[in-house]
């Protein structure tokens, strides 16, 4: 059975024009350096040599400890707490929907508020448990420009880029309804049982392209594997993409996680039509950037993710071409039953084809490909997250706010 807790008071998946002209907030320190919350801190007169002090110890109140009010930070006098509450922001979005699976995956639909003059969006992000780790499946958009055919997310038009501080909250959210905060603030409502296990594992591949939103998904990504904040190994943060060639090089260097490719096709053909960024940066290309992806050895293989579609590219023939094509890269090969979506043609393969497929590329010595699907039963499963968010024209906005149209 799938439980959902509404908690919002109407419509969770309504766009709402409305907020775009709430008030603006005060500036948020989620997601800034501690170089940028130094200059905020400057700002409100903390004195030039207590910047970097003061700045380190937001930081491990923010990212060590959980904290999202200033009045948790008690090492920190009255006065100046009270000073910092008044100018800056570290309050988490508002969760409007959590679902939870039978298989105990949770969704989160969070509601990012109107930045820049754009528009508030909603973004979803999936709590995977597992006996052995507990993996945060994150967004880096709303939305997507690519539109691969088999992807929900892909059908929905890119709304905007998130932020650094909108990609970390939804790992502090998490954290939160968790509880997951080792030696921190817990809250005392927090919902998973103790068995389950918390956030071990981060893959960025919720919604959106990461390497389309570089700077701000590498912000974040040094942010959450920082060691006197949230310290996950980036070996245990996964960057997946649909094969952006021109940025791979580029992830390596200046991120350093672990990297998968949704491969999906071994031929230029079939490739083009699955995933047709595949047009601009053809498979030679993109194995060529793997060959050479900074870092990558036996012990920090690339994944090569191949969602398995019937009778698309699931025969034994592709099978081979697949293991031929991957000869040479350190690699692990994750086959992904297609996960269904409504108004999509495509169906998942049948099991014993799966099973077909994954002996061929067991035999060539990849261990154990295929993915269980989790979540599905509230479209919380790869490739089916959507959220009701559409991007606003900037006239729209602007007409909320009450200026008047240019050509008035
Ligand atoms: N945009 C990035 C990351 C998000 S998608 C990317 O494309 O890599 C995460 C993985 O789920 C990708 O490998 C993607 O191709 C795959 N995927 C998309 N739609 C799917 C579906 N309906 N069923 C199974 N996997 C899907
Ligand atoms: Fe975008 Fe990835 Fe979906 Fe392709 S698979 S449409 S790149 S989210």
């Not at 260097?253 to 053909?269: C, F, Q, T, W």
Request: with cysteine; proline share 6%; hydrophobic share 40%.
């Amino acid at each position: 059975m799938t439980t959902a807790l509404d908690l919002s008071a109407g419509n969770a998946n309504a766009p709402r024009v409305d907020a775009a002209v709430t008030p603006a907030r005060l500036p948020g320190l989620i997601g800034l350096s501690r170089e940028g919350i130094a200059e905020q801190l400057a700002t409100i007169g903390v004195p030039d040599r207590q910047l970097r002090m003061r700045s380190n110890q937001l930081w491990r109140w923010m990212y060590g400890r959980g904290a999202s009010d200033f009045a948790q930070m008690t090492d920190i006098a009255k006065e100046l707490r009270a000073t910092l509450g008044e100018s800056f922001d570290i309050a988490r979005p508002e969760i409007v929907a959590e679902q939870v699976s039978v298989d105990g995956t949770r969704k989160w639909l969070i509601r990012l508020p109107a930045r820049d003059g754009q528009a508030p969006a909603d973004v979803e992000t999936v709590y995977i448990p597992e006996h052995d780790r507990g993996t945060l499946c994150i967004s880096s958009q709303v939305g997507c420009t690519l539109t691969c055919t088999f992807c929900h997310t892909g059908t929905q038009k890119l709304v905007r880029n998130l932020t650094a501080g909108e990609i970390l909250a939804q790992i502090l959210i998490a954290r939160d309804r968790l509880g997951d905060w080792p030696g921190g603030i817990r809250p005392t409502d927090a919902p998973v049982p103790d068995a389950e296990r918390a956030i071990s594992n981060v893959v960025l591949m919720g919604m959106g392209e990461p390497l389309y939103n570089f700077d701000h998904v590498k912000q974040a990504m040094l942010i959450a594997s920082d060691g006197e904040g949230m310290s996950l190994s980036k070996r245990r943060i996964t960057l997946s993409t649909s094969g952006v060639v021109p940025m791979i090089e580029r992830a390596g260097a200046e991120i350093g996680v672990m990297l998968a490719i949704s491969l999906h096709a071994v031929r230029d053909e079939l490739r083009d039509v699955l995933v047709p960024i595949n047009r601009k940066y053809p498979l030679e290309q993109l194995l060529e950037a793997c060959r050479t992806y900074p870092g990558v050895s036996n012990a920090r293989r690339i994944t090569f993710e191949y969602v398995m579609l019937k009778g698309v590219n699931d025969s034994l023939e592709d099978a081979r071409e697949l293991v031929r094509l991957l000869k040479g890269i350190p690699a692990k090969i994750n086959l992904i039953p297609f996960n269904p979506w409504p108004g999509t043609d495509y169906e998942c393969s049948d099991w014993d084809t799966i099973e077909a497929f994954a002996d061929v590329v067991n035999r060539a010595g990849y261990a154990s490909p295929v993915r269980t699907p989790r979540g599905r039963d509230i479209m919380a499963a790869c490739g089916q997250l959507k959220s009701a968010s559409e991007r606003v024209p900037a006239w729209k906005l602007r007409e909320a706010a009450g200026e008047p149209r240019a050509n008035a």
